[in-house]
């Protein structure tokens, strides 16, 4: 069974300390749950309304407790589909709750109503009944946008429908503040519940026109645990296509993307199929073997893109790297842990980094590359729990001058020319210690 609570949603107003007013009320909210995946996504219309007597500027959303910690992304637009800035702060005698400060565009005055978007995406909250099966056997998940007709059972909560694969709950009306209904629904979904559990992303600048990008992946099938042996016979008589093994999944990469190469630890991996598409190439990747539950691999992907599509200068004479901080692995991804490492050219100063969200920033450290004495920055950035949303730019802004491009070259020509001096001194001169014969006649 997959079972997943209710998130609670309070909004509440923001006084200078921070306090919740009762005054903004909620006075229609509507739920839409899709857990037709491995993730959680929950997107909420709420119309708020000011029954006080002054405008206000800010509201609350306060998360169920049990879900705290499976909430990876979230995000609140207002009725324009702007973002609006979310904060996390805490709120007095209400220690025990997390809550997050919304920042509206344009102050809610007294008696009106305003409509804003949540969005939230959780990880782990969708628990495999049974935790182990069979080769044969089907995986059932808990869901409310059902990826299947086939419904074990689901929490009755009047009024409820059901309808194909959705389940409708409510309307309900006069709820109380931090009311918790738990939801159980039990039914089937063989989607893959593909899980990267380490990621390491290194992003290595060159001035010469080319980055290059390399993913160090280490992926787990995180559904039911696969009970008993293995059998490749019965696996390759299984053509359906409704099974919970993972043979293969599609990777994004960039559409400049050029020199791709796909390996592991027994060397490349030729099964993986490239396809050129418009604004993107597809690549098809295919493990060696196939994952089920409880089953993990690992793989390297690098390719390179032009620098000037990244990389530009602007009026002060700085150089701005734009790149995104974890890119697409593979459709509604989950990942556990990302470490990305961003290497920057020889001799850069006054590094200034700006990130979409917040991530924890290692200690920068110094690599040294071909023929290289001087050493490369290198920035350090990790974080946990990371979905699709997670795929923005982050900015890197540094100054750099333009003659050390010429570094490499010049080492390059003076460690010839010292070779070239030692082979002609070795050639010429002579360090024998007795004279040769041909000396002793004359």
């Given at each position: 069974m997959y079972k997943i609570l209710a998130l609670l949603l309070c909004l509440t107003y923001v006084t200078a300390l921070e306090k919740v007013n009762n005054q903004l009320i909620n006075k229609n909210v509507e739920r839409s749950i899709d857990l037709t995946t491995q993730l959680v996504k929950i997107t909420s219309t709420i119309t708020l309304e000011n029954t006080g007597r002054e405008s206000v500027r800010n509201f609350l959303l306060v998360l169920e407790p049990n879900t705290v910690g499976n909430v990876s992304y979230s995000n609140v637009k207002d009725s324009l589909k702007?973002?609006?800035?979310?904060?996390?702060?805490?709120?007095?005698?209400?220690?025990?709750?997390?809550?997050?400060?919304?920042?509206?565009?344009?102050?809610?005055?007294?008696?009106?109503?305003?409509?804003?978007?949540?969005?939230?995406?959780?990880?782990?909250?969708l628990i495999p009944f049974p935790s182990s099966i069979t080769q044969k056997e089907k995986q059932l998940k808990t869901e409310v946008s059902l990826s299947s007709r086939t419904v074990e059972n689901y929490t009755k909560l009047k009024p409820v429908v059901q309808s194909d694969s959705t389940i409708t709950y409510g309307p309900y009306g006069t709820i109380q503040p931090f009311t918790q209904d738990e939801m159980i629904i039990h039914y089937e979904n063989n989607a893959p519940f593909l899980t990267v559990t380490r990621l390491e992303r290194s992003i290595e600048i060159s001035h010469w026109g080319n980055i290059a990008v390399e993913e160090n992946i280490q992926i787990r099938h995180t559904g039911a645990k696969l009970k008993g042996p293995f059998s490749r016979y019965d696996y390759q008589r299984d053509t359906g296509t409704a099974h919970h093994s993972i043979k293969s999944y599609r990777t994004i990469l960039p559409a400049s993307a050029h020199s791709v190469y796909y390996r592991d630890s027994n060397g490349n991996i030729s099964t993986s199929t490239v396809r050129p598409r418009k604004e993107w190439i597809e690549l098809?990747?295919?493990?060696?073997?196939?994952?089920?539950?409880?089953?993990?691999?690992?793989?390297?992907?690098?390719?390179?893109?032009?620098?000037?599509?990244?990389?530009?200068?602007?009026?002060?004479?700085?150089?701005?790297?734009?790149?995104?901080?974890?890119?697409?692995?593979?459709?509604?991804?989950?990942?556990?842990?990302?470490?990305?490492?961003?290497?920057?050219?020889?001799?850069?100063?006054?590094?200034?980094?700006?990130?979409?969200?917040?991530?924890?920033?290692?200690?920068?450290?110094?690599?040294?590359?071909?023929?290289?004495?001087?050493?490369?920055?290198?920035?350090?950035?990790?974080?946990?729990?990371?979905?699709?949303?997670?795929?923005?730019?982050?900015?890197?802004?540094?100054?750099?001058?333009?003659?050390?491009?010429?570094?490499?070259?010049?080492?390059?020509?003076?460690?010839?020319?010292?070779?070239?001096?030692?082979?002609?001194?070795?050639?010429?001169?002579?360090?024998?210690?007795?004279?040769?014969?041909?000396?002793?006649?004359?």
């Amino acid at each position: 069974m997959y079972k997943i609570l209710a998130l609670l949603l309070c909004l509440t107003y923001v006084t200078a300390l921070e306090k919740v007013n009762n005054q903004l009320i909620n006075k229609n909210v509507e739920r839409s749950i899709d857990l037709t995946t491995q993730l959680v996504k929950i997107t909420s219309t709420i119309t708020l309304e000011n029954t006080g007597r002054e405008s206000v500027r800010n509201f609350l959303l306060v998360l169920e407790p049990n879900t705290v910690g499976n909430v990876s992304y979230s995000n609140v637009k207002d009725s324009l589909k702007d973002d609006l800035k979310i904060v996390r702060i805490e709120v007095d005698n209400q220690k025990d709750k997390t809550f997050y400060n919304v920042l509206l565009k344009q102050p809610l005055d007294a008696g009106r109503v305003t409509t804003v978007v949540l969005e939230e995406v959780l990880t782990k909250s969708l628990i495999p009944f049974p935790s182990s099966i069979t080769q044969k056997e089907k995986q059932l998940k808990t869901e409310v946008s059902l990826s299947s007709r086939t419904v074990e059972n689901y929490t009755k909560l009047k009024p409820v429908v059901q309808s194909d694969s959705t389940i409708t709950y409510g309307p309900y009306g006069t709820i109380q503040p931090f009311t918790q209904d738990e939801m159980i629904i039990h039914y089937e979904n063989n989607a893959p519940f593909l899980t990267v559990t380490r990621l390491e992303r290194s992003i290595e600048i060159s001035h010469w026109g080319n980055i290059a990008v390399e993913e160090n992946i280490q992926i787990r099938h995180t559904g039911a645990k696969l009970k008993g042996p293995f059998s490749r016979y019965d696996y390759q008589r299984d053509t359906g296509t409704a099974h919970h093994s993972i043979k293969s999944y599609r990777t994004i990469l960039p559409a400049s993307a050029h020199s791709v190469y796909y390996r592991d630890s027994n060397g490349n991996i030729s099964t993986s199929t490239v396809r050129p598409r418009k604004e993107w190439i597809e690549l098809e990747l295919r493990p060696r073997f196939p994952l089920f539950g409880g089953w993990q691999s690992s793989y390297t992907l690098g390719y390179s893109v032009p620098s000037y599509q990244y990389l530009f200068k602007n009026p002060s004479g700085e150089y701005v790297l734009n790149m995104r901080i974890i890119d697409h692995v593979f459709d509604d991804m989950h990942v556990e842990e990302l470490e990305t490492a961003i290497v920057l050219p020889v001799g850069v100063s006054d590094i200034k980094l700006n990130t979409p969200y917040e991530v924890e920033r290692l200690g920068d450290e110094i690599t040294y590359k071909y023929l290289d004495n001087i050493g490369r920055t290198v920035i350090k950035l990790r974080k946990t729990n990371l979905v699709e949303q997670h795929i923005q730019d982050l900015e890197i802004t540094y100054n750099w001058k333009p003659h050390l491009l010429l570094h490499e070259p010049i080492l390059l020509s003076i460690a010839l020319f010292l070779s070239f001096v030692c082979v002609i001194i070795y050639v010429r001169l002579d360090f024998s210690l007795s004279k040769s014969e041909h000396s002793k006649k004359e």
